[in-house]
């Protein structure tokens, strides 16, 4: 999904000289995959450097305006994939500071 920039994940990843992760997506799971970005995509997750879990009021206004039902099992299933993007975008948020860091020593030089 491109950012508001129109640059993928693919394109950053590839842009850093890093291998591309690969998505093993099971086509029964495939619509809580949809649901999570639907839901992530629609509210600022970066906040000083670390990514921000989805309040679960989002969720609920997600629900609510779009109609869907959400059972418990799948609430905990997409509280776990957003505490793992979370985890993994704070860390390459972090990467990059450290980057730009290396790179402002290295011009200092």
Not at 8 to 36: A, C, F, H, I
Request: aromatic share 12%; with cysteine.
């Amino acid at each position: 999904m491109p950012d508001e920039h129109g640059v993928t994940r693919v394109d950053k990843y590839e842009g850093m000289n890093q291998p591309v992760p690969t998505l093993d997506v099971p086509e029964s799971g495939r619509y809580l995959w949809d649901w999570y970005f639907d839901i992530s995509g629609r509210i600022r997750r970066m906040r000083d450097g670390v990514c921000e879990p989805i309040p679960p009021s989002e969720y609920l206004a997600w629900v609510e305006l779009t109609g869907s039902i959400i059972y418990p099992s799948e609430f905990a299933i997409l509280c776990a994939m957003d505490d793992q993007y979370c985890s993994e975008m704070s860390n390459e948020a972090k990467d990059y500071r450290q980057r730009l860091q290396d790179e402002a020593k290295k011009g200092q030089k």
